[in-house]
């Protein structure tokens, strides 16, 4: 029963790894678009964080995850005598399906790992398993996603370290000096959830100076290969011995630096200290945070859980998403209750928690954005497009089209604002074209992208003025919703929600205008 339980688990995950829901812009800005870039020679955008005069993100722990596997795809398809670069969201689909894989064998070997009762193994992995977190989360490309399983990985070795010091202590001491430098250059939160754990290996190194001679021959060698892998991708010209002596870009540094800042942290929201705490932890593990505080288990993965809380809470920029390390450690960290009732009613509340923000996160949230992006890269006329009340897209979807495509991410611009900014780049309405699609034969195209619970926009989009805009609905998508566009001030909660939830779904329209003849 147990083990046919967790294989439908391992298909949900697959399932939520297949659908095309965003969850954050960072999963595509901050890896495979950069990556993509590099590759297949797509026309990309560089966030900030790469574009920046002291740039904070490396591209060293990118490679790896995603450059390989692009670079085995590409090889595979002109192998396969393709001819041309294989289309975008081919890339797309192939690291989606990649990190479910990782997650499923990383992951949950790590958890076997980690826990040595037979009995709450089973229970743990399960527990895990069907977290939403796992389905969504660990199967998008989000470098916390790879933080959660460089720590889980660190937490093996160091346990392998400590617990059978005569076995294979010399690989595990120099995997683990590679994979602790990884863990740094993909985000600097790494050390906060190995902190406590690693103090285990004080007294190992203590009596076995040569292992760690070679964790740390290991750890310097990488982090000298990833400062060299990072000066020559943001060096504009070749490198030399001497770039690297003088001018070396050391991300790690510069992102510490950046985020110790204050001013810098208030242009991304400020918090406070307990907002990990009481309500993004809670966010994530739901009703598994009663057991925590009711129930727990005290282990090396709960004292690596803890840690890592603490530190983040330290910085005053707290998003739910960089606690998704903690997210494994401690479900595997807690007990079920004992009493039939008591465990009956954590079971229903569980699996209700976790099926309806899966399906939120997992299917709905932002879910056009990726599909409006494919419908656009097939549109011969689009030079013009602009994002309204959704996140940035993926440029690197646009499958080359971004050469004379613009697009525009104007967020929540006032409605005002935005009409202006069409007309601006409106292209003249011709009336043949509203019977047909001879519109797409055109050379020019302006298109806007917008979810349907944008209310603001009815007034306009029945066109029945002779003058003015057009807007020409061309394509929709109903399993998207836009929960950046709530506002209970104006409208009230029920109907905000109602507005929201009703009306899911994101449209294209191509607008025109009304041209002097």
């Known amino acids: ?26 999963e595509n800005f901050q890896g495979p678009e950069v990556i993509a ?46 001819d041309g670069e294989i289309p975008p969201i081919a ?81 595990a001491s120099a995997v683990l000096g590679f994979v602790a430098v990884f863990g740094v250059f993909n985000r600097i939160t790494f050390p906060a959830f190995v902190l406590i754990p690693g103090l285990q290996l ?67 929201g400020l918090h406070p200290w307990y907002q990990h705490l009481l309500a993004n932890l809670p966010q994530l593990i739901g009703p598994a945070a009663v057991l925590l505080f009711t129930r727990p288990q005290c282990s090396i993965r709960l004292y690596s859980a803890i840690s890592g809380l603490v530190v983040l809470s330290l910085s005053k920029h707290q998003e739910a998403r960089f606690l998704l390390p903690t997210v494994p450690l401690i479900l595997s960290s807690i007990r079920l209750p004992k009493r039939k009732s008591a465990l009956r009613i954590w079971l229903g509340s569980w699996i209700v928690f ?14 056009g954005i990726v599909p409006a992006q494919v419908f656009l890269s097939k549109q011969p006329d689009a030079t013009q497009a602009i994002w309204w009340k959704t996140y940035m897209p993926p440029t690197w ?21 935005l009409l202006e900014e069409l007309e601006k780049i409106a292209t003249c309405d011709i009336p ?16 806007l992208v917008a979810p349907l619970s944008a209310a603001w926009l009815d007034p306009y989009l029945p066109n029945k003025g002779l003058d003015g805009l057009r807007f020409r609905e061309v394509w929709r998508y109903r399993q998207h919703l836009n929960l950046d566009d709530m506002d209970f001030g104006d409208d009230g909660v029920w109907n905000t929600l109602t507005r929201v939830i009703g009306r899911r779904g994101l449209g294209i329209w191509r607008v025109t205008k009304s041209c002097p003849k």
């Not at 046919?4 to 297949?18: K, M």
Request: aromatic share 14%; proline share 6%.
């Open 397 to 417: 979807l646009l499958n080359g089209k971004n050469e004379v495509l613009t697009t525009r991410d104007v967020m929540g611009m006032k409605g005002e604002i």
């Open 91 to 171: 890339v797309f689909w192939t690291l989606r399906v990649l990190m479910f894989a990782i997650s499923f064998v990383l992951e949950d070997w790590a958890i076997h790992e980690l826990i040595p009762s037979p009995r709450h193994r089973r229970v743990a992995v399960l527990i895990v398993a069907s977290s939403y977190v796992t389905w969504t989360f660990q199967t998008h490309t989000f470098s916390n996603s790879v933080e959660t399983l460089v720590v889980a990985w660190c937490l093996v070795l160091i346990q392998r370290i400590v617990e059978n010091p005569n076995r294979s202590s010399f690989l």
């Open 202 to 268: 004080l007294k190992y190194y203590w009596k076995n100076p040569l292992s760690f001679m070679i964790l740390v021959f290991a750890g310097i060698s990488t982090t000298l290969f990833a400062i060299a892998l990072d000066t020559a991708f943001y060096t504009p010209h070749s490198i030399t011995w001497l770039d690297l002596i003088r001018r070396p870009v050391l991300t790690p540094l510069n992102n510490f630096l950046y985020n110790i800042d204050p001013k810098n942290l208030a242009q991304h």
């Open 354 to 367: 976790n099926l309806v923000l899966g399906i939120l996160f997992g299917v709905y949230h932002q879910g």
């Open 432 to 447: 043949a074209d509203r019977r047909s699609n001879e519109y797409l034969k055109e050379k020019k195209g302006t298109y």
């Open 37 to 82: 870039g590099q590759i297949f020679h797509y026309p990309v955008r560089h966030t900030w964080e790469f574009t920046n005069e002291h740039p904070i993100r490396s591209v060293f722990p990118l490679w790896p995850v995603y450059g390989l596997p692009m670079l085995l795809l590409r090889w595979l398809w002109i192998g396969n005598g393709n």
């Open 1 to 26: 029963m147990l083990r046919r339980t967790y294989l439908f688990l391992v298909l949900v995950r697959l399932w939520f790894a297949l659908s095309p829901s965003y969850l954050h812009p960072d």
